[in-house]
């Protein structure tokens, strides 16, 4: 059986493709999601490609993790500078290995989003290199499993 990767997204990444492309590109999360599934299967991995606008649900679908994946990969979109929730729900599936991803580089942007919430309780984090940076984390997590 193939292990399971969740690839969790968070608020207004539905909206890639058309928002601010010029920070975040014009791919839409659908293609990335396909591109993951892509990269995922030469790794021997599955991928759960999920988006939601409700903390609530990212955090339910962290603790679901803990049952079903072999590790997360979060890009929690402004929760990730704002959510203890996210942080503890993390915390408590501990020891799953969850990598925080983010499409920008957002140590080169507005000082409210050089703060995460995520990352202390994340094995790494990969900013600024737009959808790769998805690639990357399954790289690493395909490494660690
Ligand atoms: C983001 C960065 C966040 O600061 C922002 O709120 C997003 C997208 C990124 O992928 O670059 O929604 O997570």
Redesign the pocket.
């Known amino acids: 059986m193939p292990k399971t990767i969740y690839i969790l997204n968070?608020?207004?990444?539905n909206m890639l493709g058309k928002r601010e492309p010029g920070?975040?590109g014009g791919k839409t999360l659908d293609e990335i999601g396909t591109d993951c599934r892509a990269a995922a299967a030469k790794h021997g991995l599955e991928v759960d490609f999920r988006q939601s606008s409700h903390e609530g649900d990212l955090v339910n679908w962290i603790h679901e993790a803990g049952e079903k994946a072999a590790g997360v990969i979060i890009?929690?979109?402004?929760y990730?500078?704002t959510s203890i929730a996210l942080h503890d729900a993390i915390r408590a599936v501990n020891p799953l290995p969850v990598i925080e991803?983010?499409?920008?580089n957002?140590h080169a942007?507005e000082s409210f989003?050089h703060v995460s919430m995520i990352a202390p309780v994340a094995i790494g984090m990969i900013?600024g290199f737009g959808p790769i940076g998805y690639n990357l984390a399954l790289e690493a997590l395909a490494a660690r499993i």
């Open positions: 968070g608020p207004n990444l920070i975040y890009n929690p979109g402004a990730g500078h991803v983010h499409l920008s957002i942007r989003r900013c």
